[in-house]
């Protein structure tokens, strides 16, 4: 069975702190690991994603590090800020199964002032 | 570019009632998503659509079915609804590659 288990499952930190939830997959076909951000009443939307041919990738105060011979990947918010405050999702996909994503149970944010 | 749009936003129902939700891809998007949200956890994948065809299907009975138009606006119909059946559902829209999925803001289903 296809899964992404997701840890932890609510994260308090205090505002310039850094936040890391983790997760970690079975189906060694998963080829794009998204991590999606939502916000209350609000679909997800794309933070950013990860193929297993790199280690880790940055992008603003958002960084995913990557391990594929454990089969985890996670990630790191830089200097967090209240804003963001949000649900966090991991998500993952075979290549050959064009964008059916596999979500983790998700991570519920609250970065205090 | 527009962005993914669904329609309505909240939609009561009784069970065993049918329901109807729309979605607009964002333009230049071929493949349509749908995943159904229940309260505190991770989106489930439904099925998706790509060039008017059901391209795959999650673990969801058959009594989920959609439609995908040549415009690649999509629908979602839901029969004999039940109380689970009550969660956010949301539409997602991308090109055909493994690539960024744009999701729209959700059509909240309460099943009374």
């Known amino acids: 069975q296809q899964q992404v288990k997701q840890s932890p499952q609510s994260l308090i930190v205090q505002k310039g702190g850094i936040p890391i939830i983790n997760c970690a997959y079975e189906?060694?076909?998963?080829?794009?690991f998204p991590w999606y951000q939502q916000f209350p009443g609000k679909g997800p939307a794309l933070l950013i994603a990860?193929?297993?041919?790199?280690s880790e990738k940055k992008e603003g105060r958002f960084t995913i590090s990557f391990n594929k011979s454990a089969k985890q990947f996670s990630l790191h918010i830089m200097d967090s800020q209240p804003g963001d405050s949000a649900t966090y999702f991991c998500?993952?996909?075979?290549?050959?199964?064009?964008?059916?994503?596999?979500f983790g149970g998700g991570t519920r944010l609250m970065v205090k002032p | 570019e527009t962005g993914v749009t669904q329609s309505p936003t909240h939609l009561i129902k009784t069970r065993g009632q049918q329901v109807t939700l729309r979605c607009s891809s964002q333009?230049?998007?071929?493949?349509v998503s749908w995943y159904q949200q229940a309260l505190g956890q991770g989106p489930q994948f439904i099925f998706q659509?790509?060039?008017?065809?059901?391209?795959g299907r999650g673990n969801f009975p058959p009594r989920f079915s959609g439609l995908q138009f040549p415009n690649y606006s999509s629908e979602l119909n839901v029969n004999a609804l039940e109380l689970d059946d009550s969660a956010l559902y949301l539409c997602?829209?991308?090109?055909?590659?493994?690539?960024?999925?744009?999701f729209g803001p959700g059509t909240r289903l309460t099943v009374l």
């Open positions: 333009s230049g998007h071929n493949t």
């Open positions: 998500a993952a996909t075979p290549n050959n199964a064009g964008n059916m994503l596999t």
């Open positions: 659509y790509y060039r008017e065809e059901e391209n």
């Open positions: 189906n060694t076909a998963f080829d794009y």
């Open positions: 997602a829209s991308s090109l055909r590659e493994p690539d960024t999925q744009y």
């Open positions: 990860i193929r297993p041919d790199v």
